[in-house]
């Protein structure tokens, strides 16, 4: 019975999917994540680590940049066309241009190495909550559609319609919009939408929010008008454009 325990209790672990290359790295990550609460398998190149992120066994997918066979942003973009599965990319370069990359195929967070096992530990823990939050929100929040001009968001089944369009959305751009939609006509400042959408704290030069932002905006197109549906304000943050009084139900 004890032995039933322990096996419900583990399989009750998030599952996390480790797709790098770099041997030690895996391990060192193994060492210490799983003491925190996670079962960790690893894979070492990209086709391996593609079709055991698309097998549907994995919570969470730790994927590297640069992969043999194939590389990571590719990996990214089929896992993206078949799941809203979350990844967590990771970069050795210094520069923006990897993670902003990542970020517009859909990564739900980045990473750059160096990083310390802790800091991969807490953006998993929050990439998770906001996995598991609008579960929970469907339930307690009313209303749960949304209806905002011509913007249809319904919490429950987590869907967005633009003149009856669906759109196709990304889990944080789900999300994002949502905290728009909450708060429209309302300058919200980056680290709100950073504290809110992405569950962790803003840190110096993290421009991961804004790329959301340029993603959501691209996908939303303009306004019935022709106008912005979501302007930036500059040094502060940004504010969904208020067509009218959104309407709830």
Same mark, same amino acid.
């Given at each position: ?8 209790? &583990? ?15 895996? &391990? ?7 003491? &925190? ?17 698309? #097998? ?12 043999? =066979? ?10 993206? =066309? ?42 998993? =823990? ?9 579960? +929970?929100?469907?339930?307690? =929040?009313?209303?749960? +559609? ?12 987590? +869907? ?10 990304? #889990?944080? &751009? ?38 959301? !932002? ?26 969904? !454009? ?8």
């Amino acid at each position: 019975m004890d032995a039933n325990k322990s096996e419900n209790a &583990e399989a009750a672990l998030p599952r996390i999917l480790v797709v790098d290359d770099d041997i030690e790295l895996c &391990e060192l990550l193994r060492e210490y994540l799983e003491p &925190e609460g996670f079962r960790i398998d690893v894979a070492y190149n990209g086709a391996d680590g593609l079709e055991r992120a698309l #097998s549907g066994d994995f919570t969470l997918v730790v994927l590297d940049v640069m992969l043999p =066979q194939v590389e990571g942003f590719e990996a990214l973009r089929r896992i993206r =066309q078949k799941t809203l599965l979350p990844v967590i990319m990771l970069t050795a370069r210094g520069d923006d241009v990897d993670r902003i990359h990542g970020l517009e195929i859909g990564a739900d967070d980045y990473l750059m190495k160096p990083f310390n096992p802790r800091e991969l530990a807490a953006r998993i =823990q929050a990439v998770l909550r906001r996995s598991a939050l609008p579960a +929970t929100e469907a339930v307690l =929040q009313v209303p749960k +559609t949304i209806v905002l001009g011509d913007i249809e968001l319904d919490q429950g089944a987590r +869907t967005v319609r633009r003149k009856n369009r669906e759109l196709d959305l990304t #889990s944080v &751009e789900f999300d994002l919009l949502a905290f728009f939609l909450k708060t429209p006509g309302h300058v919200v400042s980056r680290d709100d939408m950073v504290k809110a959408v992405l569950r962790r704290e803003l840190v110096s030069f993290d421009r991961s929010i804004d790329v959301h !932002v340029s993603n959501l905006r691209r996908k939303l197109g303009p306004a019935p008008d022709g106008g912005d549906r979501i302007r930036a304000i500059r040094g502060v943050g940004y504010v969904y !454009v208020l067509p009218g009084k959104a309407r709830n139900r």
